[in-house]
Nanobody, 116 residues
Framework: QVQLVESGGGWVQAGGSLRLSCAASGSIFSISAMCWYRQAPGKQRELVATITNDGSTNYAASVKGRFTISRDNDKNTVYLQMNRLKPEEKAVYYC??????????WGQGTQVTVSS
């Protein structure tokens, strides 16, 4: 089992930056990939960024060049650096951890508010 706790959400003006953190605990050595999702009210949940166990990263086209996913293995933490934020990116951001194809664990989410 894996437990995930997101932090770092908050309020930022358009064009500003924010860094989200996701601290993992439990069976962390079984994690094959970690992702950031976001979901705005009335909208479908969107995959934002992925980092796999070999360090490979992928991003949604809408955030490529502005967002960076990274990890600190010593701290068992994954980060999402978000730069030049846009008002439409106001959403609840969720961290996930995949155990191969067997399970996906979700954090509780952290609210990101971007004002125009």
């Amino acid at each position: 089992q894996v437990q995930l706790v997101e932090s770092g959400g908050g309020w930022v003006q358009a064009g500003g930056s924010l860094r989200l953190s996701c601290a993992a605990s439990g069976s962390i050595f079984s994690i094959s990939a970690m992702c950031w999702y976001r979901q705005a009210p009335g909208k479908q949940r969107e995959l934002v960024a992925t980092i796999t166990n070999d360090g490979s990263t992928n991003y949604a086209a809408s955030v490529k060049g502005r967002f960076t996913i990274s990890r600190d293995n010593d701290k068992n933490t994954v980060y999402l650096q978000m730069n030049r934020l846009k008002p439409e990116e106001k959403a609840v951001y969720y961290c996930t951890a995949d155990i191969g194809l067997r399970a996906r664990y979700w954090g509780q989410g952290t609210q990101v508010t971007v004002s125009s």
